[in-house]
C-alpha cells in the first residue's frame, strides 16, 4: 500500500523523535543535517518492516552489521533547532505535548527499549535536568504509567499496565514487539 507523502513525512517525524529519544544524535556534515541512532540487532526486522511500510527508503539507511541508522531529511534542521542548545540535546524549553508523539514513543520503546528486572528502560542523551518534562509528557501521551528520570535513562514501572493499556491501540507489529518486554510471569498475569 502507498500512504500519500503527508502521512509518510509524519512516520518519518515519529521515527527521527523516538531516536531522539534515546541516545540518537543529529549532527551537521558535508552542508547537511542527519541524525544516527544505534539499534539493537533483535530490532532489525522491526526496524526494516516500518521503513518499508511507509516507503521511508530515500531517508533512512539501516546499516545492519553497525547496527545503525542514518536519517538524512531536510526537517532536520528544524528539529536540531527545537531540540538542541549549545550542542547540548535539551528536548525542549517549553512543557508542550505536541513536541512528542504517542507513536515516536511507542517506536523509541521498541528499537532502543531494555528490560530490566522490574522496569522497562530507555536510555537517553537527553540532559539530565529536561529528564522530569519529558517524564511529563511522556505520561500524558502513554497514560496514568509510573515513569521515573534515571541518571541518563527513563524508567518505566508495571509493564503489565503499560502493555494492557496500549495494546488496543497499537498495530500488530507494536504490541508484538512491547509484549516481548514482558516476563512468563508478567503474561500470567495478563491472562488473569
Known amino acids: 500500500m502507498q500512504y500519500p507523502m503527508e502521512t509518510r513525512m509524519g512516520k518519518l517525524?515519529?521515527?527521527?523523535?523516538?531516536?531522539?529519544?534515546?541516545?540518537?544524535?543529529?549532527?551537521?556534515?558535508?552542508?547537511?543535517?542527519?541524525?544516527?541512532?544505534?539499534?539493537?540487532?533483535?530490532?532489525?526486522?522491526?526496524?526494516?518492516?516500518?521503513?518499508?511500510?511507509?516507503?521511508?527508503?530515500?531517508?533512512?539507511?539501516?546499516h545492519h552489521r553497525r547496527n545503525e541508522l542514518v536519517i538524512q531529511a531536510s526537517s532536520l534542521e528544524n528539529?536540531?533547532?527545537?531540540?538542541?542548545?549549545?550542542?547540548?540535546?535539551?528536548?525542549?524549553?517549553?512543557?508542550?505535548?505536541k513536541n512528542m508523539t504517542f507513536h515516536a514513543i511507542i517506536l523509541a520503546l521498541n528499537l532502543f527499549g531494555v528490560r530490566k528486572y522490574e522496569s522497562l528502560h530507555l536510555k537517553t542523551s537527553i540532559q539530565k535536568e529536561k529528564l522530569p518534562m519529558l517524564t511529563h509528557i511522556l505520561r500524558y501521551h502513554i497514560g496514568?504509567?509510573?515513569?521515573?528520570?534515571?541518571?541518563?535513562?527513563?524508567?518505566?514501572?508495571?509493564v503489565v499496565q503499560l502493555f494492557d493499556e496500549l495494546v488496543d491501540t497499537l498495530t500488530v507489529m507494536d504490541s508484538f514487539y512491547l509484549f516481548r518486554f514482558l516476563s512468563v510471569h508478567d503474561r500470567k498475569k495478563l491472562r488473569a
Not at 528539529?79 to 505535548?97: A, C, G, L, V
Not at 496514568?144 to 508495571?158: L, Y
Open 13 to 62: 517525524q515519529d521515527l527521527i523523535l523516538a531516536c531522539l529519544l534515546s541516545e540518537g544524535e543529529i549532527e551537521y556534515s558535508e552542508k547537511q543535517y542527519e541524525l544516527k541512532a544505534e539499534f539493537k540487532s533483535e530490532t532489525l526486522d522491526y526496524l526494516k518492516s516500518y521503513v518499508s511500510e511507509y516507503s521511508l527508503q530515500p531517508y533512512v539507511e539501516i
Open 79 to 97: 528539529t536540531y533547532e527545537k531540540w538542541y542548545r549549545n550542542d547540548m540535546k535539551i528536548f525542549s524549553n517549553r512543557m508542550d505535548p
Open 144 to 158: 496514568d504509567v509510573s515513569i521515573v528520570p534515571g541518571q541518563r535513562e527513563i524508567k518505566i514501572f508495571n
